[in-house]
């Protein structure tokens, strides 16, 4: 047992969530500030209210996390910054970050500022834990598809803080991974405005809604291994969800327990989808995991949200921080009382009748209802002959206890780093001029059919470059049980001549390196601004692909010490699955074999699965990507084809008029690079 309780992480979505959370057993506290969060519709704080928030918290010992987990744009940089320095200097305990080049910059600025690498990261690995330590985050926020034995095994091994979801609502895709609902309705996930398109109907069900995950069965062996962070999600869902859901599991923690029935009935009243899974965690994926809405009638939670509002009104506070008090009275000095740091005095009179005793100030200032103090300590000492009227007791107590409040509530004296404090990024050299087209391949066959016609480097999947040595594409999601397998096929792809990989994820680029690879990024990086690019290179990546999410103007903005890869051909992936939805569609089959498999939705657009590496799948989209631009003028050094469902010799037809600056006939798409996502 490692003996130290985790803290429990809270959503807020509004000053008066903030109250929900802490006045009900919150250890910390985690809020959106400002456009760069990842929930833009939540209520969210003006600049007076963050920092009045901050203070609450910090004045009951509640520590808060505030998020700034999109991805930024060169352009809005400053501006993210700044909210950062406010953050800063406002005295927020944490930052949860997902853009690479904001975190750096953040770290350049204020390194003693905690960082916390948002879920939105996709961390899933040890390896990808520690490359997230080594580049100035202290906490990680794992992915909400880890597994029970990954969680161990990062926590007690990586060297940083693990953040684990325990309640709340579970994406289909890994997070920081999902495009659907960018690239279908210009609302993305990545720059916080999901619409949840995987909550709607598709083949006739709800193929893609999981069930809201509930670890509370859990708690005590994540505390056990030395989880740092339990996490409740649900900074949209009004303050009573948020008090009800805390309480249960702060009773938990503190008690090392499981929940009761009644406890898990209360949970399940206040919101599920056809109730709860922990399907990831413990292993036991499929269809037991899926759900909608479940309607819950407003008669069987009203008692619940009416003791919920009343815990957390307005003026009302819970005994959170404990106060050693001491108490003198004497002829030379008067009634003096220090609560904490701070003193208050008062006249004393010489007893005519009944003197103060001691036992009477310990009533007086025990008495300590109405503020968030709990008397942890007394010492009291009062001469004897004395009278302090109760009156005056009573009203040291409330003086010593406000001034403790407002002084607990200041914000720590911190320096943020003015200037351009990474001066290197400017001095980077310029890149070279277009130089041509890439491909990625999903077969053989495609990659024998693409030799000779003239592209610059073609990707292959690692099972295949184990079998030919030609440039391969790391899985984008493995687990650690899974990397030995991997590792292995690097081996035998280097034995034939591979020397380059495309990896998708911070988690690879160590193991890459570590095997002697050159390593180019790949989309899954979510490369969105110059900054990035420059944190890219600096862990060790030589060419990256940049975020399909951003604009072509600002690809044209993009500047740094690395080439520069633009997806520009090819049916986007937009969704990754740990839940494999091609055996769902095919009654618990494996069929990954049997042709290609596709969701339908309401709209009759077709949206193909792909099968991956573990019996994962990619959703891909109903359309090919097709731009053809001066390349050389957006300054990227090469354009990539991705082959997915064509055949070979569409793949050579296609890839040839690329390359000749030839027309192409069918059915594109300009994707997002002229529309933007919001």
Request: include cysteine; glycine fraction near 10%.
């Amino acid at each position: 047992m490692n003996g130290k309780i985790p803290e429990l992480l809270a959503p807020a979505g509004s000053p008066e969530g903030v109250r929900a959370a802490v006045q009900s057993g919150a250890g910390a506290v985690y809020m959106g500030f400002g456009p760069f969060n990842a929930r833009r519709n939540a209520q969210g704080f003006s600049h007076e209210e963050m920092a009045d928030a901050i203070a609450y918290c910090r004045a009951r010992n509640v520590k808060s996390n505030i998020t700034l987990n999109i991805l930024v744009g060169d352009r809005e940089l400053e501006d993210a910054l700044e909210d950062a320095k406010f953050l800063y200097e406002a005295g927020a305990d944490a930052l949860i970050v997902q853009d690479l080049g904001l975190a750096r910059l953040i770290h350049a600025h204020a390194p003693d500022f905690a960082l916390h690498a948002s879920t939105q990261m996709t961390i899933h690995t040890l390896d990808g834990a520690k490359q997230a330590r080594d580049i100035g985050f202290s906490r990680v926020v794992l992915s909400r598809e880890c597994s029970r034995e990954e969680v161990q095994l990062i926590t007690e091994q990586a060297g940083v803080e693990t953040e684990v979801f325990v309640h709340g609502a579970l994406c289909m895709c890994y997070s920081g991974q999902c495009y659907l609902s960018a690239v279908i309705g210009q609302r993305s996930g990545n720059r916080g405005l999901c619409a949840q398109p995987c909550r709607l109907p598709y083949n006739g069900g709800y193929p893609l809604s999981l069930k809201d995950l509930m670890l509370a069965g859990h708690v005590a062996e994540l505390a056990d291994w030395g989880v740092s962070s339990l996490k409740i999600e649900g900074r949209m869902k009004r303050p009573e969800y948020a008090a009800i859901v805390t309480k249960v599991y702060a009773d938990l923690l503190r008690e090392h327990r499981k929940p009761t029935a009644g406890e898990r009935d209360i949970l399940r009243r206040v919101f599920s989808r056809d109730g709860f899974t922990d399907g990831y965690y413990t292993g036991k994926k499929g269809d037991s995991m899926f759900g909608t809405k479940t309607d819950v009638p407003m008669s069987e939670v009203k008692a619940l949200y009416d003791e919920a509002a009343h815990r957390f009104a307005e003026g009302r506070e819970a005994p959170l921080v404990p106060v050693s008090l001491f108490f003198t009275a004497r002829r030379d000095t008067g009634a003096v009382l220090s609560a904490g740091e701070v003193t208050v005095t008062a006249p004393v009179e010489q007893a005519k009748n009944r003197p103060t005793t001691p036992e009477m100030v310990e009533k007086s200032l025990a008495k300590t209802g109405g503020t968030p103090f709990y008397p942890q300590e007394m010492h009291i000492e009062v001469e004897d002959g004395l009278v302090v009227p109760a009156s005056v007791m009573n009203g040291m107590r409330r003086d010593a206890l406000s001034l403790l409040l407002a002084t607990r509530s200041v914000a720590p004296s911190r320096d943020w780093m003015g200037g351009n404090v990474l001066p290197r990024d400017e001095e980077a050299a310029a890149r070279s001029g277009f130089r041509g087209y890439t491909a990625s391949v999903r077969t053989e066959a495609q990659a024998e059919a693409l030799k000779n016609v003239g592209l610059e480097t073609v990707y292959v999947p690692l099972e295949v470059a184990a079998r030919t040595g030609l440039p391969a594409v790391l899985p984008r999601v493995f687990s650690d049980r899974e990397q030995g397998q991997v590792e292995m096929l690097l081996g035998e792809a280097m034995s034939r001549g591979t020397r380059t990989v495309l990896v998708g994820n911070i988690g690879h680029i160590p193991m890459a390196k570590r095997l002697g690879f050159t390593v180019h990024g790949d989309f899954g990086l979510n490369a969105y601004n110059s900054r990035t690019l420059c944190a890219l290179a600096e862990m060790g990546v030589s060419r990256q692909t940049l975020s399909f999410e951003a604009r072509l103007a600002q690809i044209r903005d993009m500047e740094g010490p690395l080439e520069t890869d633009l997806i520009v051909y090819g049916r986007l992936p937009l969704m990754i699955f740990e839940n494999c939805a091609i055996r769902r569609q095919h009654g618990g089959k494996c069929s990954c074999k049997n042709g290609v498999t596709t969701l339908t939705d309401r709209r009759k657009e077709s949206f193909p699965l792909l099968p991956e590496f573990g019996c994962r799948n990619t959703l891909i989209g109903n359309r090919p990507l097709c731009i053809r631009e001066d390349f050389a003028r957006l300054g990227v050094q090469t354009a990539r084809l991705l082959f997915t469902t064509e055949s070979p010799e569409e793949c050579a037809r296609i890839a040839r008029a690329f390359v000749g600056g030839a027309p192409l006939e069918g059915e594109f798409t300009r994707g997002l690079y002229k529309r933007g996502v919001e």
